[in-house]
């Protein structure tokens, strides 16, 4: 019996203390572990920042000449240019069949010939010899007029003669003068002021390329257009490599604001609280809540007029999943942790 009661002694402190073995492991598991939130943050810097309005339209060669033969009754003899060429100024480009002024133009030749000798020898008058000159030199323009020579230096834009057709009155062929185009855009009221003639702007034509042109502000109307409402400025584009193209179109970065030396940060960074403006910045891995005054805002990027200054680590990744006072890790932007 004694050694019995002497057993159940041994077993109930085994027991108490294997309960307070794990009493203490479970305390220590649940001891709180303070843990640091990951963030990026930027440092903030003076920037500028820029306000435009994109004001479109469609390029236009500067000259546009049409090609009409000077007699309609000529036939086209020889096409010498396709669509797509260019041609320089006097570049014969359409002939036409000239075998009637050939043979007139001896004729004329001679006649003038026989009536100088006459008039020489008194048998004519001065009036009836400057008849004859005066026709030969008729005849001579209408052999030149047997061609079609180009007025300028440009491209072959459409060609609408056909070999042994009559010329007719209609344009035979057209003729783009693209050293330079112009864009028209339609600039309301309240901005038009803000342009003058002379004045430079940066063009971007998606069909040409990334590339932005400068184009100088060519014309502007003191009347509005009434079908548009609106006033048909004209920007005229240099076109020295060739890439721009009549009927491209193209888009002019009007700016209407401009800042320089203040905070810009970007948009995303500023979180609405209590229905205040808010930014998180980081001072010794501790977060701090700003609130900001915003003034102009452009493509994804905000300026800061009051609440931070430069040098301030602002959160820029991570601000949702902060509050004041919560301990993080700072990551500049594009840093891994």
């Not at 403006?277 to 805002?297: H, M, S, T, W």
Request: net charge negative; glycine share 8%.
């Amino acid at each position: 019996m004694f050694k019995r009661r002497i057993l159940l002694i041994f077993l109930f402190c085994s027991l108490v203390f294997t309960g307070c073995l794990g009493s203490s492991e479970i305390n220590e598991a649940d001891d709180p572990v303070i843990s640091q939130i990951p963030v990026s943050v930027e440092k903030i810097q003076l920037g500028s920042l820029t306000k435009e309005i994109p004001l479109g339209g469609l390029l236009k060669a500067r000259e546009e000449v049409y090609l009409v033969a000077k007699n309609p009754i000529f036939e086209i003899k020889e096409v010498l240019a396709e669509v797509g060429d260019y041609v320089w100024q006097g570049t014969p480009l359409i002939t036409f069949d000239s075998r009637e002024f050939d043979l007139q133009l001896k004729q004329a030749e001679l006649a003038l010939k026989r009536n100088q000798e006459l008039y020489e020898l008194g048998a004519i008058s001065k009036f009836q010899l400057e008849q004859a000159e005066t026709a030969l030199e008729n005849l001579r323009i209408q052999k030149e007029n047997c061609q079609l020579l180009s007025p300028i230096n440009g491209v072959v834009a459409a060609v609408e003669a056909k070999e042994g057709q009559l010329a007719g009155n209609t344009p035979l062929m057209v003729l783009l003068d693209l050293a330079s185009l112009e864009l028209e855009i339609q600039v309301s009221e309240s901005l038009i002021n803000r342009l003058s003639k002379g004045q430079t702007l940066k063009v971007s034509v998606p069909a040409a390329g990334e590339k932005r042109f400068t184009g100088t502000v060519s014309q502007i109307p003191f009347q509005v257009d009434p079908r548009t409402k609106a006033y048909p400025v004209k920007v005229t584009l240099p076109n020295t490599q060739g890439l721009l193209k009549d009927g491209m179109y193209g888009e002019v970065q009007l700016v209407v604001e401009d800042r320089d030396e203040v905070i810009v940060i970007p948009q995303a960074a500023v979180v609405e609280y209590e229905q205040q403006e808010v930014v998180f910045v980081v001072e010794n891995d501790l977060v701090r809540q700003c609130e900001v005054k915003l003034g102009l805002a452009h493509e994804g990027l905000v300026e800061v007029v009051e609440g931070l200054q430069v040098g301030d680590l602002l959160i820029v990744e991570g601000q949702y999943g902060v509050r004041e006072g919560t301990v993080v890790t700072p990551l500049m932007r594009g840093e891994t942790s």
